[in-house]
């Protein structure tokens, strides 16, 4: 299949005043600079996208999925394709910091203030994001989700979005306006600077202020921002990673999780090379697809981007259009991370218990959290959402089980459910000697599999926090 050009990303600064453009091209361009012109997303980026989250979704826990990183929710305003281009040397608080230096007190009370003005679209936001998430569980769990559900949901993800991204860049083209030329000089030589890995070079300046005591990272987050869009072509800002579209499963806490130590290529690899040819196959599925909508995605978002730039001539972005075009941006992503789904439970499906045991003991190299502060939720909601991990085993669906159905298994005879033929003779002693499963025994069994039943064939460690047990509880007395 041919590989998708992505839409031209340049290094120009064609949004400045010209005495800016031709300041900052009078500079030597910076050889560790590099020109993401001509982009191409291919195939394997996406193979190994689909793969890594094959282990990060199929064993992760819903604290895993619903975690975004700064930075990651309205991406419309070129920092990552910035860090991109500098070859990742640039950090987010150093091009804060100097941003925020050459702002005056007016405008830096006008950024701030953005800080509360972005609240109820970031929440809105933030609850469609879930709600996809919550319907990616019930498919794991084996419940009942119907696709065009799952993209209206999408649609109401990606129109949330869109006007976060319009509350922001309104704000950030009236900031625009109020630039004066030295200011508008400082800030594109703040970008040539950390783009080329020579912070150092930027010099102190006189207005360099003291945080005001607010939400410091997201006040760094939206600085960050507003250098790289205002300093930015749209051409540089059409910019998108492969991994952005679909972030509902888990990878960006597995790398959070590893100290930004994990590499997605490298657990790709590992993923691959657990899977047999027919198993890689249906990922490719979900790969093909991808590849296809990543364009329509990308052409589809530079439209949306187009609208939100009008601000930056002082005018006033139009709410109709943003949140039509932010629909079907989210219509397209959640199709992609349909098609990513299925072939991810597919897969899960296929695989025999010796590479199910092996992708929970490649999980288990990387350290989670566990939410503890989820007692907030319905215990049962709860208890469904930690149900996912338990899906990798004790999946209906499978054709043939790695482990037997849980449905009923409250007060059921131990070790004895006639369409499961695969007990450890450890497990049958047990179930000799003990009669039934009660709640109690049920307790103990989630804590410490192998503490309560030595030689048990259950790779699952078990889970430490008594109200994710009762939760799981809960929720496994509703299956009948």
């Known amino acids: 299949m041919p590989m998708i050009k992505q839409l031209p990303v340049i290094l120009c600064l064609s949004l400045l005043p010209a005495s800016v453009v031709s300041s900052v091209s009078a500079q030597t361009a910076p050889t560790s600079l590099r020109d993401l012109s001509g982009h191409e997303v291919d195939e394997p980026q996406l193979r190994d996208a689909v793969a890594s989250r094959t282990l990060t979704w199929l064993t992760g ?71 996809m998430n919550r319907a990616l569980e019930m498919l794991l769990v084996g419940e009942t989700v119907v696709e065009a559900e799952f993209l209206a949901i999408g649609r109401t993800y990606g129109a949330s979005e869109a006007e976060l991204g319009r509350v922001i860049a309104q704000t950030f083209g009236e900031i625009a306006q109020t630039l004066t030329p030295n200011q508008q000089e400082a800030l594109a030589q703040i970008r040539t600077a950390h783009a ?28 960050a921002r507003f250098l790289s869009w205002t300093t930015g072509s749209p051409e540089f800002n059409d910019f998108e990673v492969v991994g952005k579209p679909s972030q509902h499963f888990g990878f960006v806490s597995l790398r959070l999780a590893s100290g930004h130590g994990v590499r997605r290529g490298a657990v790709a690899r590992e993923v691959l090379d657990l899977l047999t040819p027919q198993q890689q196959k249906m990922l490719d599925v979900a790969v093909q697809q991808n590849v296809e909508a990543f364009g329509d995605f990308l052409v589809k978002r ?29 219509e397209i992503e959640a199709k992609m991370t349909w098609a990513q789904a299925m ?24 350290t989670f959290a566990a939410d503890a502060e989820d007692v907030q939720h319905d215990p049962v909601e709860l208890g469904r959402q930690l149900f996912a991990q338990c899906a990798l085993c004790h999946a209906s669906s499978r054709e043939s089980a790695a482990a037997p159905s849980l449905t009923g298994v409250i007060g059921r005879e131990i070790a004895a459910d006639h369409d499961f033929d695969l007990y450890s003779p ?11 499963w009660t709640n109690d025994l049920l307790n103990d069994f989630l804590r410490s599999p192998r503490s309560l039943v030595p030689g048990t064939t259950m ?18 007395a509703t299956l009948k």
């Open 196 to 223: 080329s890995g020579l912070s150092d070079t930027v010099p102190v300046s006189d207005n360099r202020v003291r945080l005001p005591d607010v939400d410091r990272q997201e006040l760094v987050n939206v600085a």
């Open 426 to 436: 450890a497990l049958l002693d047990f179930g000799q000697s003990q009669g039934n």
């Open 61 to 131: 826990t819903s604290a895993n999925n619903d975690y975004m990183s700064v930075g990651r929710m309205a991406n419309f305003f070129g920092f990552v394709a910035l860090r991109v281009s500098s070859n990742q040397s640039l950090t987010r608080a150093h091009v804060a910091r100097d941003t925020l230096a050459v702002l005056d007190p007016a405008e830096l009370e006008h950024l701030v203030a953005l800080l509360d003005e972005q609240i109820p679209a970031h929440e809105q936001t933030q609850t469609a994001r879930v709600q």
């Open 302 to 330: 530079a439209e949306l981007m187009r609208v939100l730039e009008v601000a930056l001539t002082g005018d006033i972005i139009d709410t109709e259009a943003v949140m039509q075009l932010g629909a079907d941006v989210g």
């Open 343 to 366: 072939a991810m439970l597919n897969v899960r499906d296929a695989l025999s218990e010796a590479q199910l045991s092996a992708l929970i003991e490649m999980r288990a190299k990387y």
């Open 459 to 476: 790779g699952f460690d078990g889970f430490e926090a008594e109200h994710e047990r009762a939760a799981i509880l809960a929720y496994i």
